[in-house]
């Protein structure tokens, strides 16, 4: 492992070995890139033989399939909670950019990997994903048109408006390193206020 | 070809056979990725032998570099001939995300493989390329240091701001498709509004 990965990643993929194979695909493919990588290249990077690794995965695309759908659903959640939390669409928005920035910049080498390898995807798989996405984006137009309606957001165009907020959060993940000033919560801070000004909010 | 590009990429680059390999690169690089590209692919998808790569390129990298140095050198003169042509830093601001934005749309595969592929690149050249997009990042600082001497602009962190600007235009590379609704041009002018109110500005 060349670049740390936080422990936090996958909680929920079972067992261990699963997501060991996970994290090692993850380095490999943000290294030399998923076409380049083997599964054997995978197994190796997590201590495994490669027939250990088809008893998790069938193919290397079933790993970039878990990684990214693992990603993307839990942005969808996250998503979700936030406007259950949240009643007002301002608040809703401010913690909704603040976690999505964070999160994307805490999980920078997944979330690039995930990112840069969409197209790698077999068809089937890569419709869950973008299904997953569509799911992400139309929550969040629907919280800009709820702040449009109370008067809090003043917006031309809401579909540029979601796809502008979103893509602030994703690219994130392009730029950041470690090294970068401000910290995945400050950022997350500072992007929210700016978000809130972008859709015509005045405090 | 399996993808449309534009035919004024690279006006700058003769003879028009290294022109021809850029663009096969370019298409070559998109599909399967810079690593899992040879050399050899380059040179048939622009239906040249190997050797005749070599006249012009001695190395894969080589040609991801031309691709890349190209390219930030573009966007720096651009945003360099928007600040001259507009001494208000509103003007400046304004055009500077239209043709940003516009570019990204329009040029969406090129920036798209010149993005992922950055570390790819061999140290001295990517040094290059770093300097170009710290003197096109600078640019836009100090467009935003401007307007907030002047008033026009309020941002808490002038920093955090231009990449967010950036940021926005950059990122256009990675969702955009040519079945996009807004046209290069319209989501430039749409997302010059957004970064204006992002930036403090009321109109």
Known sequence: MTRPLPEDLWPDVRPDAARRLMAAAVESFA???????????????????????????????????????????????MVENTIAEHADPVDAMRTLVERFVAWHAQRHVVARVVQHELDALPAQ??????????????????????????????????????????????DVARWYSPASKPSPTVLGKQYAELVLRMLGYTS
Chains 1, 2 share one sequence.
């Open 31 to 77: 290294s030399r890139g998923y076409h380049a990588t083997t599964t054997r290249d995978i197994a190796t990077a997590a201590g495994m033989s490669p027939a250990a690794l088809y008893v998790h995965f069938p193919a290397k695309s079933a790993v970039l399939f878990a990684i990214s759908r693992s990603g993307h659903a839990r942005t969808l959640a």
């Open 125 to 170: 798989e890569y419709q869950v994903v973008v299904d997953l996405r569509r799911r992400t984006e139309s929550l969040v137009r629907e919280v800009i048109t709820r702040g449009a309606e109370s008067g809090a957001f003043t917006v031309p165009d809401v579909r540029t408006a979601a796809r502008a907020v979103l893509s602030l959060g994703i």
